[in-house]
C-alpha cells in the first residue's frame, strides 16, 4: 500500500468513540492478536512520496496535504451534509477488509479521491516509468531487485557528459492520460469503507457471523445492521482530518507522516 491518504473523524468526535470502541469489542471475537488501527476512510494508497530524503519527504507530506485539504473543502457546497456515511456491515477474504462498513459512494467522496488518484499516485507514477525509458543512467537495482535512482556520488559525476545528460520529454500527454485512468479507477475499483477488524480467519462461520451482528446491532443501538445505510441514525462524518501514512510493515509499525484539519 506504501504511502495511504486517510479521511478520519476528529478524535474527539463521537463518531471516532463509538467506531474505535465498536472495533476494539470485535477484535476479542477473532482469534489471535488482531492489530488496532484508528477508525478511517482510506481515500486513495500509493501516493508518490519520497522517503529516502528526511527534507523532501516532509516537502511532499506538507504539498499533499495542503492540495488535498484545498481539494476537498473546495467540492463541498454549503447544503452538504456527511461525506462520510456508513452502511452495511461486509466481509472478505483479504486481510485489511475482513470486517468492514460499506460507505455511500457520496459524489464529492469519489471525485475528491479520483482527483487525489490522478494527481499524486498515477501521474507521478506514469511519469516515473517514461523518465526510466528515457533516461536509464539515472536508475540503478537494489539488492532486492526493485529499480531505483541512484545516488549523486564523485563516481556518477566523473562520467562523460553525454552519459549522463538528461533527456526532457513532454508530459502533458502523461497526464491527460493519468485523468482516464483516474476516472476509470473511481468508477471500478474505488471501494469506501470503514474497516472495523484486520484479521487471516476465513471463512467466518455462520456462528461467529451472528455473534457479530448482534454485537454491533446492541452497541449502535440499532434494529437491522444490514440495512443499507445509517444515515438517518446519524452514522457518519463531514470534514474531519487527512491523514498521510506509511503503511509498509506490521499494522503497528505504520507511521502517521503528516495530517491536516478539514473544517
Request: hydrophobic share 35%.
Amino acid at each position: 500500500m506504501g504511502v495511504a491518504l486517510w479521511l478520519c473523524p476528529k478524535s474527539n468526535s463521537s463518531i471516532y468513540d463509538k467506531l474505535s470502541t465498536l472495533s476494539g469489542s470485535l477484535n476479542t471475537l477473532f482469534p489471535g492478536q488482531c492489530p488496532r488501527f484508528e477508525p478511517h476512510v482510506t481515500i486513495t494508497t500509493n501516493v508518490a512520496v519520497d522517503l529516502h530524503d528526511k527534507a523532501q519527504m516532509k516537502e511532499d507530506v506538507d504539498k499533499i496535504l495542503s492540495a488535498s485539504a484545498v481539494a476537498l473543502q473546495s467540492s463541498l457546497s454549503k447544503s452538504h451534509s456527511d461525506l462520510v456515511t456508513l452502511g452495511s456491515i461486509r466481509s472478505e477474504r483479504a486481510f485489511f477488509r475482513k470486517l468492514y462498513f460499506d460507505v455511500a459512494p457520496d459524489p464529492n467522496l469519489i471525485s475528491f479521491a479520483r482527483i487525489i488518484r490522478e494527481i499524486f499516485v498515477i501521474a507521478p507514477e506514469d511519469i516515473e516509468i517514461e523518465n526510466r525509458k528515457q533516461n536509464p543512467h539515472l536508475y540503478t537495482t537494489d539488492h532486492h531487485g526493485n529499480v531505483i535512482r541512484r545516488k549523486s556520488s564523485k563516481k556518477h559525476s566523473s562520467r562523460s557528459t553525454e552519459e549522463t545528460k538528461t533527456k526532457e520529454f513532454d508530459t502533458e500527454e502523461i497526464r491527460r492520460r493519468a485523468s482516464y485512468k483516474a476516472a476509470e479507477w473511481a468508477e471500478k475499483e474505488y471501494h469506501p469503507h470503514v474497516s472495523l477488524v484486520y484479521s487471516s480467519l476465513w471463512p467466518i462461520d455462520t456462528a461467529l457471523w451472528r455473534t457479530i451482528k448482534t454485537r454491533i446491532t446492541d452497541y449502535l443501538g440499532v434494529d437491522d445492521v444490514d440495512r443499507e445505510d445509517l444515515e438517518d441514525i446519524g452514522y457518519g462524518w463531514d470534514g474531519g482530518v487527512l491523514k498521510l501514512v506509511l503503511c509498509e510493515g506490521d499494522v503497528t509499525e505504520w507511521v502517521v507522516l503528516g495530517s491536516v484539519d478539514i473544517h
